[in-house]
């Protein structure tokens, strides 16, 4: 039985369809990473996983168990098992860095102070950002701030790490150690994930497997090596990065010649 | 063209039903959720500092100030009869039973209600209230729960001080510039009161403070649309807070006087 199985989901906001029939299973310890343009639903499919979202039909299920179907606590109980790594990070911006980390723990684990501030140090030490924890995020630069919310997501010691396009909006070498630091995380802690980006290059050093979401349906999801060698029109454009092609709705203006 | 008035119409009383049940359905899972467990004294401390310590000079300011004008009108009202003495009986009656509470509601609705909507609304924006989601904890009892209980104690509390300031501020004015005998004007004051009347404030106070809270944070938890959203929901509370202490101030008092 797969560990995160994603079952003909659907999800539309009014008219606008966002994920169709998308069907992904992810078995235990696998490293899944899902491509797509903005806007295709790749942040919709997370959110279902964490049950953020309901969906229209279909279903999502974690180590067997329907989200849309838990009660509020079964479902706390099984975002325990999960840590979320936002986009932007969201991190408390009221609380230091190591009150953001030992947030989880403080709730959820009867630890004592030596034992939280224990772990938390290890969080950070994971994620390479020892000596900040007290510092606030405003204080920490884009990078800084992804990996502290790494670092919160795998205070709890979570069997699954989803990261939500965790390298956007980062310069391309903070985008390397970003890439790192989640295959530093996957290996050291063994842990199952769904790594959402648009960084071609770390999603083909993270992945046991690539799926393509194009117009809110899974287009492919197969190992590195085979996603590259799809012939799929949708596919080659997305890999080779060019405007033209079926990729994009509305045509692309045309290309200048340089003079 | 009826029938586009009628789909207008229904479609608006759709809509206030469904803005009222949501807010109905959130206030009843904020009080539910008082009794959860994990207790989190440090969040309640600092919502009572925020809500209650800061307001003080402002409940204080704003107290003076009305009850100096209101002295000062009552004072000339009272003339035209050569009624002046009653001017301190009435002084009192307003203050305790009116004053005090529904100025410090509006003031606090302003000074709180706005902070916890931009407070709430800010953390929607930024994913930080799903963040709490995803680390299995509910929105609801961690940001609702102690702001709801901050502000269904402080605003009492601070409806007495905005009393004894009343007080102070009809003295002012009475006594100070009208020349009224201050030893009359200390028992005029209350002639009229019974602590009834001081039941009354704190329990208009009591619920003033749950409206504040309440909607303060609904309306920061249900933003949406990034800085527009944002700056939108404190003015959104500030106005819905303030018309809901007006209109539950007129029922109140009718009940409980009764």
Request: proline share 4%; aromatic share 8%; net charge neutral.
């Amino acid at each position: 039985m797969p560990l995160i199985d994603v079952v003909n989901l659907s999800k539309a906001f009014g008219p606008k369809v966002v994920l169709s029939n998308v069907n992904l299973q992810v078995e235990e310890g696998e490293s899944l990473v899902v491509l797509g343009g903005s806007g295709t639903g790749k942040t919709v499919l997370l959110r279902n996983i964490m049950g953020l979202l309901t969906p229209d039909s279909g279903h999502v299920s974690v180590e067997g168990k329907i989200i849309a179907q838990l009660d509020r606590e079964e479902l706390f109980q099984v975002r325990q098992s999960i840590g979320m790594c936002f986009q932007m990070a969201a991190l408390f911006d009221s609380m230091t860095v190591f009150e953001n980390v030992a947030f989880g723990l403080r709730r959820h684990h009867k630890m004592t102070e030596a034992q939280v501030r224990a772990r938390v140090e290890e969080c950070l030490s994971l994620v390479g950002m020892k000596d900040t924890d007290k510092l606030k995020p405003a204080e920490l630069s884009g990078g800084m701030k992804r990996r502290v919310g790494f670092a919160r997501a795998i205070a709890l010691k979570p069997k699954i790490l989803l990261f939500d396009e965790p390298t956007t909006g980062l310069d391309p070498v903070m985008t390397d150690v970003i890439g790192r630091v989640i295959l530093d995380l996957k290996h050291e802690l063994g842990v199952t994930t769904i790594t959402i980006t648009h960084d071609l290059k770390s999603a083909f050093e993270i992945a046991d497997r690539i799926a393509l979401l194009f117009r809110g349906e899974c287009l492919a999801c197969q190992a590195p090596a085979d996603f590259k060698a799809n012939p799929h029109p949708v596919i080659q454009q997305f890999l080779r990065g060019d405007a033209d092609g079926p990729f994009l709705q509305d045509p692309p203006p045309p290309k200048r010649k340089s003079a | 063209m009826a029938l586009a008035v009628f789909d207008k119409i229904g479609t608006a009383v759709l809509g206030a039903m469904d803005t009222f049940g949501d807010f109905a359905v959130l206030s009843g899972r904020s009080f539910a959720a008082v009794f959860k467990r994990p207790f989190d004294g440090k969040n309640l401390l600092n919502q009572f500092n925020s809500v209650g310590v800061n307001s003080i000079p402002v409940v204080v300011l704003t107290s003076l100030a009305v009850s100096m004008v209101f002295a000062v009108q009552l004072a000339f009202g009272f003339r035209q009869f050569q009624a002046e003495g009653l001017a301190s009986q009435v002084e009192g009656l307003a203050v305790m039973r009116e004053l005090a509470p529904v100025i410090t509601g509006l003031m606090l609705s302003g000074r709180i209600g706005s902070a916890m909507a931009a407070e709430l609304g800010t953390m929607q924006v930024t994913e930080q209230i799903d963040a709490l989601e995803c680390l299995a904890t509910d929105p609801i009892h961690y940001l609702f729960v102690p702001r709801l209980l901050a502000s269904m104690l402080v605003v009492p509390l601070l409806t007495v001080v905005s009393i004894y300031v009343g007080f102070w501020g009809g003295y002012l004015i009475l006594v100070g510039v009208e020349g009224q005998s201050a030893y009359v004007y200390g028992n005029e004051f209350y002639k009229l009161l019974a602590f009834r009347d001081l039941r009354i404030a704190i329990y208009k106070s009591i619920v003033f403070g749950m409206i504040i809270a309440l909607v303060g944070c609904w309306k920061g938890y249900r933003t949406y649309g990034g800085a527009e959203g944002v700056g939108n929901a404190p003015t959104s509370s500030v106005v819905t807070s303030s018309l809901w202490i007006l209109i539950s101030d007129f029922f109140l008092t009718k009940l409980l006087l009764v």
